[in-house]
T-cell receptor, first 116, second 113 residues
Framework: GNSVTQMEGPVTLSEEAFLTINCTYTATGYPSLFWYVQYPGEGLQLLLKATKADDKGSNKGFEATYRKETTSFHLEKGSVQVSDSAVYFCALSDGAGGTSYGKLTFGQGTILTVHP | NAGVMQNPRHLVRRRGQEARLRCSPMKGHSHVYWYRQLPEEGLKFMVYLQKENIIDESGMPKERFSAEFPKEGPSILRIQQVVRGDSAAYFC???????????FGDGTRLSIL
């Protein structure tokens, strides 16, 4: 079955530091890949996505590239801010089209804390 | 455009009682998904519904849990005879189609005394 493995946290950084959160996956077919962010007491917000190999998703300074050869979708940001402190989830869904549907499989989440 | 609305935000029940969690999808979204998040864990898929139909309930416990999405009104996740292990955050998500990104509600935090 499908699975997602995330870099274990928590991750603590100083403001303006470089961020990488690793994510690797196992899936049959051609999944779509996502990063979601969860702020305290809230639901998940879609941060970025990529639907095919070599696609790069980007949003709010965050980037992740769909690497089929290494089955990875690592999240990066060049300069983090205090406001980026949250829990980050990597996820995949079964590929689009046919009889597949968008059930999401999540990693365990990585807690990011950014200090001023 | 209102997002996915879940209520209540917090629900406290005693062991043996019933819990009903409601989810109103975004306008124009006919696909609803329920997920459960246990403390310090990621979200786990429970059930996927379209209007009046359960498409996939492979993540639902075999007993005490049920879900519906009637033609009119919100989707309901129902847990009968709750136990302490049901304490979790339950999230609903909706999408306009199965291959489109899901939008999440803020969740219902269920506590069992």
């Amino acid at each position: 079955g499908n699975s997602v493995t995330q870099m274990e946290g928590p991750v603590t950084l100083s403001e303006e530091a470089f961020l990488t959160i690793n994510c690797t996956y196992t899936a049959t077919g051609y999944p779509s890949l996502f990063w979601y962010v969860q702020y305290p007491g809230e639901g998940l917000q879609l941060l970025l996505k990529a639907t095919k190999a070599d696609d790069k998703g980007s949003n709010k300074g965050f980037e992740a590239t769909y690497r089929k050869e290494t089955t990875s979708f690592h999240l990066e940001k060049g300069s983090v801010q205090v406001s980026d402190s949250a829990v980050y989830f990597c996820a995949l869904s079964d590929g689009a089209g046919g009889t597949s549907y968008g059930k999401l499989t999540f990693g365990q989440g990585t807690i990011l804390t950014v200090h001023p | 455009n209102a997002g996915v609305m879940q209520n209540p935000r917090h629900l406290v029940r005693r062991r043996g009682q019933e819990a009903r969690l409601r989810c109103s999808p975004m306008k124009g979204h006919s696909h609803v998904y329920w997920y459960r998040q246990l403390p310090e864990e990621g979200l786990k898929f429970m059930v996927y519904l379209q209007k009046e139909n359960i498409i996939d309930e492979s993540g639902m416990p075999k007993e005490r849990f049920s879900a519906e999405f009637p033609k009119e009104g919100p989707s309901i996740l129902r847990i009968q005879q709750v136990v302490r292990g049901d304490s979790a955050a339950y999230f609903c998500a909706s999408s306009p189609a199965s291959n489109q990104p899901q939008h999440f509600g803020d969740g219902t935090r269920l506590s069992i005394l």
